[in-house]
């Protein structure tokens, strides 16, 4: 058992010492300064201020990359780095003998405005759950296989807009764009009518690579620094229009948002757990069985609020494809990786149907409303709706790890003709 | 006429006192630090040296935005900057008064390493010849309409890879990825087999925009920096496995080339003509007609070589959509810019088949090889075959502008199993 913290934290917190997830932050008093913050309890420890009060003694020079306005440096740093911090910042808030130099800079965490903790380099989204992709194919091919042919053979992405992802909080602005309604042979143009959500995990990227040189499984971890939420808003009226032949542009490019705080992989230990079984044969590079390192599924249980109710639970263990997987087949080619590079799970979805991460599963297109507590129903969002996602993990010793959450709330969009 | 510059610039060359694009580079002396050049005949004007040089009482606010290492600030700087750093460029190289405090700084052409000019944000690219999705159309579906539903009613575009956007002359490594035999319902996996090149313009942006806020067609210009040659390097048996449901990934995000040079849109003034007319019913939004701005079709004439021979000559005219309503239709859901955003035409062809921009066109999808004037023939690329895209459009006063070029030669992948 790891040694307790002399911070005060609630028992029930999400941000115990086995957590110590990363974020950035401003002060009301300092706005424009933006500084690297790690979460515990009820506080933000401001970690470059702590880093220098620290002292050069016991701050080795990895202290150095948390006085930068972002991860990045830290995530270029690499895997080697991310301990040496991790470890220093678990004795900072451990040991009793940094209490002095180090409690001044625990901020209230509800004093702090959180900001997008890193620059994203290149945004890639996934579609890694069977569930998930076995209803999009039910709902569109209701006559045809729900998988198309290579799903079970690669894990199937693209590349968002990297421009556009916004920390939590930030309003979602309903898209205007082209759609064509049924039976009809031309688009009409106008707010987005079926506007979603995609409850997702990301996984932050460091450590480059150069172009030319895949990284096999067995180094994934080297390059994975650690997991947000996501939400993959998408608008499925002019995704449905535009997606054939060249995939989702427009109908996703308009937002995505993350959580502002970004949980290390290594605080995801106890987490790990065997992913299900792969009943297609796979190509020795993406083959995960019998490698020696730990399990690469995750046990991570996410929560999906609508206007404040619960109306999802999809488990991340039940995603087919690890990230492992994604990192490498993603690099397969020779594409190199980048501090700060993000990739996305695609929509979680468990096999019930309680456990969909998106709209168009838990609705079926809208042909079967959500309806609320209060009676209010659902097909697709809303303007003035709130969508929240959030997601705990085993910890070590009985404890839970927990993500924080990505909210949103859609407004609406400029008039256009 | 404008005035004529003191620089001794040769009759035919590219890069005359009209044109002035931008690029980065080092000299062996100084390999570490990157400068913004202007080109000019057979040289590069070390453009921060002469703002120095020719001092505050001739070079404004602006002549800071060139001591950069990249291109960046100047984009950020907007459209307004880009015209008064272009008039103080042209009266440092055409007024007598500043040549002595100039001239030190003009560089041998061939005595520089051109580097990539800016960092690359989001990259989008898209599909806007009428011939070429016409020809790939035939190819794939040789019963069907060629034409996808949406192709006249939007500019079809995904996002790809920033990454491993390269400087020409940067050697391309043969990818490895799964593919599937015809007929074959497993893949197998290995170095690509039919790697091709797509002959493409990139049109670099600037003067960032807010999310939310789409671009109307009329204020497009205020967003377009400059154009570039851009080889869109495509994994055809890859991106065919791959690319259902979600679109392009790793068929082509292993290397996307780009031309040192930015030509200024303003050297384009007299390239501007007439696109083709919609024969489509199009959106508000995207409708072009009667603007009463310039035409946005640009007669930029594209040169394509394969192992130093003419394979191709496609014209830019023939673009069904033009960079404005690329740029329009890209912002319209709401999703921002940023000064470094690069967004690409797709394979430019003509309707002739020595204007096919692609070897998927040009040997039809392999069936009918290119046989050049040594003998050999070729349906792909092979290691060790060097492609260059150049290209020029008409300038002031009967000259040409010239865009240089971009070079990659394709060499062996790594063995992977």
Partial sequence: MAAPTWVAVPDDSPFGVHNLPYGVFTTADRPQERRIGVAIGDHVLDAGAAARAAGAGTAGPEAGLLTAPTLNPLLTAG???????????????????HRAAVE???LPRDSVTLHLAFDVADYVDFYASEHHATNVGRIFRPDGEPLPPNWKHLPIGYHGRSGTIVVSGTPVVRPNGQRRGAGLSAPSFGPCERLDFEAELGFVVGGPTAQGE?????????????????????????????????GPFLGKSFATSVSPWIVPLDALSAARVDPPPHDVGIQPYLDDRDTG???RGLDIAVEVRLRGEVVSRPPFSTMYWTYAQMLTHMTVNGASLRAGDLFASGTVSGPKREQRGALIELTWNGEEPLVLADGTKRTFLEDGDELVISATAPGPDGTRIGFGEVAGRVVAGPVLV
Same sequence: chains 1, 2.
Wanted: hydrophobic share 45%.
């Fill in 293 to 295: 390192t730990p399990p």
């Fill in 104 to 106: 001044p800079h625990l």
């Fill in 214 to 246: 895949p990284v096999p499984l067995a180094e994934a971890e080297e390059h994975v620094f650690g997991v947000c939420l996501l939400n993959d808003w998408s608008a499925r009226d002019i995704q449905a229009w535009e997606t054939v032949p060249l």
């Fill in 79 to 97: 895997r080697s780095a991310w301990t040496a911090v991790r470890s220093l910042i678990t004795a900072w808030l451990t040991d009793e003998a």
